[in-house]
């Protein structure tokens, strides 16, 4: 059974950093896409960033280019998403998910994976 395990989230400061974590077991696929999206109170579900698994490409949404950095450590089967820069806009519940059999790895599509965690808070204040 997949579970996914986000942690890290919490409250900042506008231009302040955090860095979530995404502890995944139970997947046992060698393939596939693992990623982030958010979802803020009213809003849709929004992809953030996604990493393919083996290759490494990554993908991010306009919003956070260029602030947000996705990465993983195969060894501990974690995926990390590197936040800096934060804006008061960034403040959503954050899901890790992950999915063995993408019909595409882009960002958008990681609100459509298969396999996805209970979510961590990230409140970013002015």
């Known amino acids: 059974q997949v579970q996914l395990v986000e942690s890290g989230g919490g409250s900042a400061q506008a231009g302040g950093s955090l860095r979530l974590s995404c502890a995944a077991s139970?997947?046992?696929?060698?393939?596939?896409?693992m990623g982030w999206f958010r979802q803020a109170p009213g809003k849709d579900r929004e992809g953030v960033a996604t990493?393919?698994?083996?290759?490494?490409?990554?993908y991010y949404a306009d919003s956070v280019k260029g602030r947000f950095t996705i990465s993983q450590d195969n060894a501990k089967s974690t995926l990390f998403l590197q936040m800096d820069s934060l804006k008061p806009e960034d403040t959503a519940m954050y899901y890790c998910?992950?999915?063995?059999?993408?019909?595409?790895?882009?960002?958008?599509?990681?609100?459509?994976?298969?396999?996805r965690g209970q979510g961590t808070q990230v409140t970013v204040s002015s």
């Open positions: 998910a992950a999915e063995p059999f993408p019909f595409s790895c882009s960002a958008s599509r990681s609100t459509r994976f298969g396999y």
């Open positions: 139970g997947y046992t696929y060698r393939r596939g896409c």
């Open positions: 990493i393919t698994l083996g290759g490494g490409n990554t």
